[in-house]
């Protein structure tokens, strides 16, 4: 019944591989950038789109949450920022006529490249139960069926709210009022398949799920490890901090199983001599790892510099330590059992190789360590995380200039949506706060996360879906179980910019809300209006879209979600409403109150529920700073909120270890921890299979079909295989083979998963470790394979084998 994109569309006659570049950025880069957005934008657009890109009183990129440095070239260039802002500005449109065009069942048969690629999404739409078609529906009709779907559940944890990280702070905190409202934490997010781990780990043992450095610290720090991350491709203007770092003095060690060409060698558009004189390398050593090796790399440094100290003295901070760990001891007792055998089996590198590194440590004054998904998708990434702690706490690397620990964020908002209470575990004190606040009683109990929620969908226990952005059906593991688990709700939700297997995967019935994006002007109100978004580390500002939106009745995340949350716990929520069908409110009536008093039921007049949140939520549509004033309330750190990010400034949330050594730990100290090690065992005949980013993609939204620095082009369905592994296997460069993975459940029996028609690449990977593009390869990822603590799905870390394909 279900009809799948086809899996096998492998192009063969269309599929280039050339030789991978040790070069990122440069002029090609600029190019290709500008071609992509003249064809989705045109010039005029494109134009007034990449001008206003992270410049002060513009909006914030939606490209990636790497900060902008305080003095900003005119156009401070990123290939893949300008992609991605034509990707979201493109004039294509998707509305009513198109949805007429295309059944359900043909859309099915389409992938992400091919929805995202129609256009923005311009018309609430709705799929009935049955219907073949998806038919378009008022505001009102919409909102008033989904508020409807919420109270008829028996119990709100049979509600489940996703969030994307693009959601800015006003929306965030809206939604997750909205959802605590209802009365469930069932509030899972991408981070939960991201940077989870890197909070679980730093939380425990620095009290901060954050990373503890500025800019300024990058460009001061003398040894900066880029580990498990590929920056030319998802961070670029990283690269131009890392250049920065490296004219200061920095040394720079990369480790990565891949030799990525960001990583190599930069050359930075901005400069003459970036341009002409072939750049700049970036790192000064290439540490080529093996997958999921990284917690015995540490482990190994933090042995050497705990000999080096016993042997000489004056290697580790003494000072530091006494009065701001605990843990040393058994932490140090633990590093001296460790056996330089295994620390070489689980990293491929030999002691003296390790050593080497170690020494880099050891010498340099000031060390930061930057990760991102190498780091966090593995089994072991907490115990891995918590070794990197180790290694900085040795040497007294946390809070001092140019010293710390760097998790780059992936999606522009994703820091801030947390911090605005995204999270199925919310502490009592934020919860104790919105209760003030809002006069109500949030639940307690935590809710689900990704994997938990989609275990819970398909058991029956979920009914409703909603998510605020974010491609669920594509971006989690195990595509098939959760695509019959979304197919149990009754009804599922997407507030989206633009079309995607979400859409088309859906419940019983679903509705699509079409939304504003970060480039859109946004006129509410009577005003524009602006929102506000935290970076990577931890630095807050505003964005105010300036081009015109691709239609006019498009309400922003905002408006969407104030609007429901008045059809459920307002005025709106009286019974026996029937939907109005007048359009607009007058936003010129809306009444002001001010945010301090919020505005309560009169015992007798209002219908409205028992224990819901209690505010004016027409004006907060009205007035987004109204929304500012409640964080300001309830979230700490945010004080004159509205006036800090007035103008285009800036303002950084406090964060306790970078600020004043504070550890908001159990007891108040920072923690070393013991961690046996763990590393991926690969069986005979297998290989280790990591999925990651092409060039030509965010997440699941697929620009193009090229991978320029790996030498890939107009295809994606290759895997990346060592060219002896290959030649053991007996196949050859250009095999198409199928990717089946191999797990066993709880219940010990193997399970397989299959993944067909890829064409194998001869690449420098590791012996037995592989790689292939997400999300075609998240069928292949079991659920149940999570990593310890976080639960984040091991996406860097999935058993296969290769299997020729049937004649
Ligand atoms: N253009 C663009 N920008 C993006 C995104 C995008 O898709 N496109 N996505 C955004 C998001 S949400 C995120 S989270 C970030 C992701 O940014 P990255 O984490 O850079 O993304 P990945 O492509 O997953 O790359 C993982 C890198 O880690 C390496 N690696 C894998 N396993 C290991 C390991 O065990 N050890 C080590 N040391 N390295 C390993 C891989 O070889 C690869 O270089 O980028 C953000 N920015
Ligand atoms: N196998 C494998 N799986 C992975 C990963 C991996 O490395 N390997 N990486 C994981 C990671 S790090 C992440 S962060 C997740 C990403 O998971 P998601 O965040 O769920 O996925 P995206 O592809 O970023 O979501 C794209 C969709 O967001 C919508 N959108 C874009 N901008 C806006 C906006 O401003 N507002 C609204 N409302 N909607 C918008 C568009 O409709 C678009 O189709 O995937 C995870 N999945
Ligand atoms: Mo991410």
């Excluded at 935590?446 to 059906?473: E, L, Y």
């Excluded at 088309?504 to 602006?530: F, K």
């Excluded at 990010?645 to 406090?654: A, E, M, W």
């Excluded at 659920?783 to 976080?790: C, E, K, M, Q």
Aim: charged fraction near 25%; charge should be negative; hydrophobic fraction near 40%.
């Amino acid at each position: 019944m279900v009809t799948k994109p086809p899996q096998n569309d492998i192009d063969e006659t269309a599929l280039r591989v050339s030789k991978a570049k040790k070069v990122a950025v440069g002029v090609p880069a600029v190019v290709h950038a500008l071609e992509m957005s003249i064809e989705q934008m045109g010039a005029v657009r494109s134009a007034r789109a990449l001008l206003r890109v992270n410049q002060k009183d513009g909006y914030d990129c939606p490209g990636c949450a790497w900060p902008d440095p305080a003095h900003r070239h005119v156009a401070e260039f990123c290939e893949n920022g300008a992609k991605a802002v034509a990707e979201e500005a493109t004039v294509r449109t998707v509305g009513p006529v198109f949805f007429a065009e295309h059944s359900i069942d043909e859309l099915r048969g389409h992938d992400d490249f091919w929805l995202g690629q129609q256009g923005r999404l311009t018309h609430p739409m709705v799929l009935d139960e049955g219907a073949t078609h998806y038919r378009p529906v008022s505001w009102d009709d919409a909102l008033g069926e989904i508020a409807d779907q919420l109270r008829a559940l028996a119990d709100p944890d049979e509600a489940v709210f996703y969030t994307s990280g693009r959601t800015s702070n006003e929306a965030a905190f809206l939604y997750q009022l909205l959802v605590r409202g209802v009365g469930t934490n069932n509030l899972p997010d991408c981070s939960n398949m991201c940077h989870e781990s890197s909070g679980s780990a730093l939380t425990e043992t620095i009290g901060i799920g954050k990373g503890t450095v500025s800019l300024e610290d990058i460009y001061a720090a003398r040894l900066i490890i880029v580990a498990g991350q590929n920056p030319g491709t998802n961070h670029p203007r990283m690269l131009s901090a890392l250049e920065k770092a490296k004219q200061n003095g920095a040394k720079i060690i990369a480790v990565n199983p891949l030799p990525e060409a960001g990583l190599l060698r930069f050359e930075n558009p901005q400069t003459v001599k970036g341009v002409l004189l072939g750049g700049t390398p970036i790192a000064d050593q290439f540490v080529q790892i093996r997958l999921g090796g990284d917690q015995a790399l540490f482990q190994a440094i933090g042995k050497h510099l705990l000999e080096a100290d016993a042997h000489m003295g004056g290697v580790l901070d003494h000072g530091f330590i006494d009065t701001h760990t605990t843990g040393l001891d058994a932490y140090a007792r633990a590093m001296a059992d460790a056996e330089w055998p295994e620390l070489e089996a689980a990293t491929g590198l030999d002691e003296l190789e390790l050593r080497d590194i170690a020494e880099a440590v050891r010498l340099s004054p000031s060390t930061i360590v930057c990760w991102a998904m190498g780091l966090t998708q593995h089994k072991n990434s907490v115990p891995t995380l918590r070794e990197v702690v180790n290694v900085l706490l040795l040497q007294g690397n946390i809070g001092r200039e140019g010293a710390g620990v760097c998790p780059v964020r992936g999606h522009s908002n994703v820091q801030g949506d947390r911090t605005m209470g995204i999270y199925e575990k919310p502490s009592e004190a934020f919860l104790d706060a919105l209760d003030e606040e809002f006069s109500f009683a949030a639940p307690r109990e935590h809710g689900f996360d990704t994997v938990a929620a989609i275990r819970a969908m398909d058991a029956g226990r979920v009914r409703f879906f909603m998510g605020m952005g974010g491609n669920f059906v594509s971006a989690t593991p195990d595509t098939e179980v959760v695509e019959r688990a979304m197919a149990r709700l009754d009804l599922t939700v997407h507030v989206s910019t633009k079309l995607n297997r979400s859409h088309v995967m859906t419940g019983r019935r679903a509705i699509i809300l079409p939304t504003l994006g970060r480039t859109d002007r946004d006129r509410r109100g009577g005003r524009e209006q602006r929102v506000s978004v935290e970076d990577s580390m931890g630095a807050v500002h505003s964005s105010r879209g300036r081009l015109s939106p691709p239609a006019d009745d498009l309400l922003s995340e905002v408006a969407i979600i104030s609007r429901l949350c008045d059809a459920l716990f307002g005025r709106g929520a009286r019974p026996g409403r029937t939907p109005s069908h007048s359009g607009d409110v007058d936003h010129d009536q809306v009444e002001r109150l001010p945010a301090e008093h919020p505005v309560r039921a009169d015992a007798a007049g209002s219908a409205r529920p028992a224990n819901t949140p209690q505010a004016d939520w027409r004006a907060m549509e009205a007035d987004y700073a109204l929304i500012r004033r409640h964080i300001q309330n309830v979230i700490p750190g945010f004080e004159d909120y509205n006036a800090r990010i007035d103008k285009g400034r800036t303002f950084f949330l406090p964060n306790g270890p970078r600020d004043a050594r504070r550890f908001a730990t159990s007891d108040g100290f920072a923690h070393f921890t013991v961690n046996p090690l763990e590393y991926p065992r690969i069986p005979a005949g297998r290989l280790l299979l990591q999925t990651l980013r092409s060039h030509d993609q965010y997440n699941t939204t697929i620009y193009g079909k090229d991978d320029r620095y790996r030498g890939i082009h107009d295809g994606r369905r290759v895997v990346f295989v060592h060219a002896d592994d290959i030649a053991e296997f007996g196949f050859t460069d250009g095999t198409i083979v199928d990717l089946v993975s191999e797990w066993t459940g709880v219940d010990g029996v193997l399970q397989e998963r299959r993944a067909e028609a890829f064409r194998i690449v001869s690449y420098a990977t590791p012996r037995r470790n592989a790689a292939a593009y997400y999300p075609e390869t998240n069928v292949l990822v079991p659920l149940d394979s999570v990593a310890d603590v976080s639960g984040t799905p091991t996406s860097k870390s999935v058993v296969v084998r290769l299997e020729a394909r049937a004649a």
